[in-house]
């Protein structure tokens, strides 16, 4: 699980994004996730606020930085690790795929800074961009013959490259485990249910399922709760009474 | 790893969801990983030709298919899952992370139609479709305090949920390892290296650098490949040859 310190060395590194909503998608991921430092390369400057689809990350927004190359955006990074949706051209680098390149991220976070690179959505990272990565991370896209090679929108390739990383995070809450019946409780239900099906007359043609055994292996099957049984319990109760009457 | 007729039983379906350009998302997430079974719950039609953000998913949304009710949209599927950002209130279904839940999902789609519920982006689904899962599942996020709860974009939720579904998919194409150098490439650098530490005179001052243990372990540390170590020799070579010139 990623310390905190460890979350606020990863960098996002956007090179020559042009829609502000992808960026605000972008910002509102890492916010979800935890990850604070989000940095832009371009020539000219971004309008973020029209990053409508930001949502809570507003804080993000405002303190990303700016540089006009990737050279000045990774100053400062100890592993700069670059995403592409590879075709057959980029063989010149170390290829992983975010699990399988997640341990490496995480193992240098715990000494410096790291940089993950995503390109523009129309042309990802050009070789010039990609020069400046010390490997590169791909997700694994289903090939559709006959058809380019499957890319993933901007803002879900930052969820799933960031998920990653937070993957193994436990829920900040504790779901209280409802407790399992108990056998007795199990057998009473059976018991129950079985009278039911004695005296509202379904066991005079079915009767094999009327047999104790049967019966008792298809409530344990149930895998009731307490609270659940106790329930059921109270409900055949009232129809053995309303059989009775 | 996900089998095809595995990946083909996987049902998306978006409840409420109103924003064209989200459910474009979604269908470009589904492409992407290699899903096809859309569905949408709505009780009025969706003008999906305004999902510019599907890009290449166009036969997705072209027969994702519309209900009126949750009930009638699972129809067929032997295991319903419900995705909530969950706050406290959701505390009567078991609830699991992609990453703790993804087995139990493969594990069911080998036998029948998996359906993955997500909500609208604004409510989430509520307790009366919540009602209709044998569990939910969440993607931790980072508590920020004294916010409220961080929620998810629809498109970065459903690419994260389908993503831990085929997220141990190995590459399509295997990336050829580029030989490592040779013990004797490695050598013949570190003994050029040295001729030319000593004939250019940086020896002269830092002496230890050119001891042949030392700058052995240099050369080794850099893990050269074949290529590379090859033209390093050539680059070493040519400096040696202008150096005794």
Redesign the interface.
């Known amino acids: 699980m990623l310390r905190d310190e460890q979350?606020a060395r990863v960098a996002v590194i956007l090179v020559r994004a042009r829609n502000p909503n992808n960026i605000g998608?972008v910002a509102?991921?890492m916010?979800?996730?935890?990850f604070l430092d989000l940095r832009l390369v371009s020539d000219y400057p971004i309008a973020l606020e029209d990053a409508r689809?930001a949502?809570?990350a507003s804080e993000i927004l405002a303190s990303a930085q700016t540089f006009a190359t990737v050279a000045d955006a990774i100053r400062g990074c100890r592993l700069v690790v670059g995403t592409t949706a590879?075709g057959?051209r980029r063989?010149e680098h170390?290829?992983e795929?975010?699990?399988s390149g997640a341990a490496s991220i995480v193992a240098a976070l715990s000494s410096g800074t790291v940089a993950l690179l995503f390109g523009s959505e129309k042309t990802g990272l050009n070789n010039e961009e990609l020069s400046f990565c010390d490997w590169l991370m791909?997700?694994?896209?289903?090939?559709?013959p006959g058809?380019?090679h499957?890319?993933?929108?901007l803002?879900?390739a930052v969820?799933?490259c960031l998920?990653?990383l937070?993957?193994?995070?436990?829920?900040?809450?504790e779901?209280?485990a409802s407790p399992a019946a108990q056998a007795q409780d199990l057998e009473r239900v059976t018991a129950l249910l079985r009278e039911v099906l004695l005296l509202s007359g379904y066991a005079d043609h079915r009767a094999s399922f009327a047999e104790p055994a049967f019966l008792r292996r298809t409530i344990h099957r149930l895998q009731l709760g307490q609270s659940d049984a106790r329930r059921w319990i109270g409900v055949l109760r009232r129809i053995l009474w309303k059989l009775n009457a």
Chains 1, 2 share one sequence.
């Open positions: 979350r998608a509102r991921a916010h979800g996730f935890g689809s949502v809570d590879v057959e063989r170390r290829l795929t975010p699990a791909t997700v694994p896209m289903h090939p559709t058809m380019r499957a890319s993933m929108n803002g879900q969820a799933v998920y990653e937070i993957r193994d995070t436990p829920l900040a809450f779901v209280p």
